[in-house]
């Protein structure tokens, strides 16, 4: 979870009005790009494309769970006009600052403060990439260059993979300092097995049913991911309960679709999951990722990301959203481990600064 996002916000019309875009770009405390987007307005203001551009930041900010939030934009009169000391005469512009009033009190604290627009160029960037193309676009995520050996990843999968995928997507990009050795699947055919060998990886294939008892299975586990040299697992999609051996122990990490300690524990997986938040009203919802132990969903927890639960989720919308959030938290894990700055103590994960 990010408890505080850095937003940078622009708007721009060419015309005014005429074709306008917003653009806005999310970072954590520490400067680890979170989102960026360009959004296609059609024919609006400069002002109503500032004032669009902050209230799709701050949206996506509480989404993402975040307490505090620092909105930097090249707008004085927005500034401003939020701040107080100008008073909001248009009534173009009246309910969109009504509304951004609105989101900023969902907050804990914001501050909303002008920066130059030399210091404003991605945000700026993305709307007249926008504005050009005639259409939404995504910003790229921000490369990290890593130093040291990239740890190796032994991933565990039952079903599509796409937990795999966006781990690839990571390295591959240089957020991530790691390297997937081998992947293990529990079945046969599943979209996961040839994902993971359209991308190159060796695969194996270990299904429980093979075994007659559990010990042989997490056995032949283990065979497998210490002949690829794995520093840590990572189980992704994987439903099958396996003995974690003395060599693995704090060295497993799994990713659960809520907010552990609640929605937890055996036959708690999936759609199963969403429907009991749905069930029980929650307004929020997540995902953890936590160092497994032998007990389902009870290991230190290392990561928590939070996104809001609407009056209209079924599950499946309630899974896309909370996925949005497995897809910043488990690399975040990864990488925490692969810097070492993750300790345990009393079944509590520190992380060093």
């Known amino acids: 979870m990010s408890d505080r996002i850095v937003a940078h916000i622009d708007g721009g019309s060419r015309g005014n009005p005429g074709p306008a875009a917003a653009g806005f770009v999310l970072n954590d405390a ?30 996506a900010a509480r989404q993402m769970g975040a307490e505090e939030v620092v909105v930097f934009s090249d707008s004085e009169l927005l500034v401003k006009q939020i701040n107080g000391q100008y008073k909001v005469k248009s009534e173009q512009i009246a309910p969109l600052f009504q509304q951004a009033i609105d989101l900023l009190g969902r907050f804990k604290s914001w501050k909303v403060r002008h920066v130059s627009r030399d210091r404003n160029k991605e945000a700026d960037k993305l709307v007249n990439q926008a504005l050009d193309l005639g259409r939404d676009v995504e910003g790229k995520p921000q490369l990290t260059v890593h130093k040291g050996k990239p740890i190796r990843l032994g991933v565990l999968i039952s079903g599509g993979g796409t937990t795999l995928m966006n781990i690839l997507k990571c390295v591959e990009q240089g957020q991530l300092n790691a390297k997937v050795a081998v992947v293990i699947s529990s079945r046969l055919a599943v979209a996961g097995v040839e994902r993971a060998r359209n991308a190159g990886l060796e695969v194996k294939v270990i299904r429980k049913q093979d075994y007659p008892e559990i010990d042989e299975f997490s056995k032949r586990i283990e065979q497998e991911l210490a002949a690829a040299k794995v520093d840590l697992v990572v189980q992704g999609g994987w439903l099958c309960l396996w003995k974690i051996p003395a060599r693995y122990e704090k060295r497993v990490m799994n990713i659960h679709p809520a907010l552990l300690p609640s ?48 009056d209209d989720d079924t599950p499946d919308t309630l899974a896309a959203r909370v996925f949005e959030q497995e897809c910043i938290a488990y690399p975040q894990a990864i990488q925490l481990f692969a810097e070492g700055r993750l300790t345990i103590q009393d079944n509590i994960t520190r992380i060093k600064p």
């Open 30 to 59: 520490n400067g680890t790009r979170l989102q960026a987007k360009g959004l296609v307005l059609g024919e609006a203001t400069n002002n109503v494309a500032e004032y669009t551009a902050l209230a799709k930041a701050l949206e």
């Open 263 to 310: 929605f937890g524990g055996q036959g708690m997986w999936g759609h199963h999951v969403h429907e009991a938040v749905l069930k029980a009203g929650c307004k929020i919802s997540g995902c953890t990722v936590h160092f497994c132990t032998n007990e389902y969903d009870k290991g230190p927890i290392v990561v928590q990301r939070a996104c809001e639960v609407k």
